[in-house]
């Protein structure tokens, strides 16, 4: 985060990452499996939503924010009986993690309880929608974020795919929370240590980025599936290709890729928020979003933690 940044634009940018995240979430959700449009459709338009009803993207980002908050850092114990004991079914969660959370609630060590349902852990994008916070808050010391959010990852997605996924949306959260350029973006999301999968696509999300493309390009080079490696890069994209765009223009587009489009429009969103601040989002989209005030407070109690001696 550059020096020159008051404390109240930290707070704006944090406020707006965590925000902007629920709300992509939430309008996207009722789109979540159609099929790929044609063509860009236009701008997500917020007025026909009276309600926007967030889904467990915004759940766990939200659990994410307030353990943070509480322990005052990392605590895998105290994440781990958060996102358990906070998941509510009817928020649509991954058919493994419901499990994997549900045998954390009666007792089971994180560390079986994540490889208790796939042997080789989970490689869906669950640990990925939820990594914002942790962007945020270490997003002045890189070393540490790709170690924590590892080991957040892991609680419930031990596949590498699914850790790394969660690695790159954290550090695209970084990147955009501080000043850095999106022209370097790529260039730092390379150097951490991902699979050849992630390698390509972020070369094919770099070569796109200055073009225009329709959803069945993006689709077809970077993916639009549930699987961290069918959404994490798309996700990057999306966020790269809108950083200077409304809000609404960057859901339209995920809404048009079809497939995981709620995680999609929530980790893009996540990234855009965390560059353009809280004033940048429509007071139509704040005041429907559900528990906007508890997105605030924790946005607030975690930028207070970041500037912690
Ligand atoms: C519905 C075989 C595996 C696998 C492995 C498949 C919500 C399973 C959210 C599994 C997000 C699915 C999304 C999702 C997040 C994963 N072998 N199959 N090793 N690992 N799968 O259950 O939190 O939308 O079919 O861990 O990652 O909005 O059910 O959930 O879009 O991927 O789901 O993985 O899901 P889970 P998640
Ligand atoms: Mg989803």
């Known amino acids: 985060m550059s020096h020159s940044m008051t404390y109240s634009e930290k707070v ?24 790929t449009a044609d063509s860009a459709l236009g701008p997500f338009d917020f007025e026909r939503r009276p ?3 967030y889904s467990d993207d915004g759940e766990m980002t939200l659990g994410a924010a307030e353990s943070l908050a509480e322990c005052g850092g990392f605590d895998d114990e105290h994440m781990a ?7 509510n079914a009817h928020r649509g969660y991954g058919g493994g993690v419901v499990t994997t959370l549900r045998m954390i609630r009666e007792g089971k060590p994180w560390a079986e309880a994540s490889r208790a349902v796939f042997s080789d852990g989970s490689y869906g994008n669950g640990a990925a929608m939820r990594v914002s916070p942790f962007g945020l808050l270490y997003a002045s010391d890189r070393e540490k974020l790709q170690r924590t959010v590892a080991r957040s990852a892991e609680i419930t997605h031990a596949h590498p795919a699914a850790i790394q996924g969660a690695q790159l949306i954290a550090s695209a959260v970084s990147l955009a929370a501080s000043d850095e350029g999106t022209d370097v973006w790529f260039d730092q999301l390379r150097d951490l240590k991902v699979n050849a999968t992630y390698g390509a696509k972020l070369d094919d999300a770099c070569e ?12 077809s080079s970077l993916g ?9 890069v798309t996700s990057i994209y999306l ?3 809108f950083i200077n765009e409304p809000l609404a223009a960057l859901i339209g587009f ?8 709620d995680t ?7 990234i855009w928020g965390a560059r353009n601040g809280v004033q940048a989002i429509p007071a139509v989209a704040l005041d429907r979003l559900e528990d906007r005030h508890r997105f605030e407070v924790a946005a607030e109690k975690v930028a207070k933690l970041s500037v912690k001696p």
């Open 254 to 261: 995920a809404i048009d890729l079809g497939g995981d489009t």
């Open 208 to 219: 796109m980025v200055g073009h225009d493309t329709i959803p069945l390009d993006v689709v």
């Open 51 to 53: 309600y926007l009803k």
């Open 224 to 232: 639009n599936t549930v699987d961290a490696e069918g959404s994490a």
């Open 81 to 87: 009986k958060t996102w358990a004991n906070h998941a």
């Open 239 to 241: 966020a790269i290709r």
């Open 12 to 35: 704006s940018r944090f406020k707006g990452c965590l925000l902007a995240h629920a709300i992509a979430d939430a309008a996207a959700a009722p789109f979540e499996g159609a099929s």
């Open 264 to 270: 999609l429009a929530a980790m893009a969103a996540g």
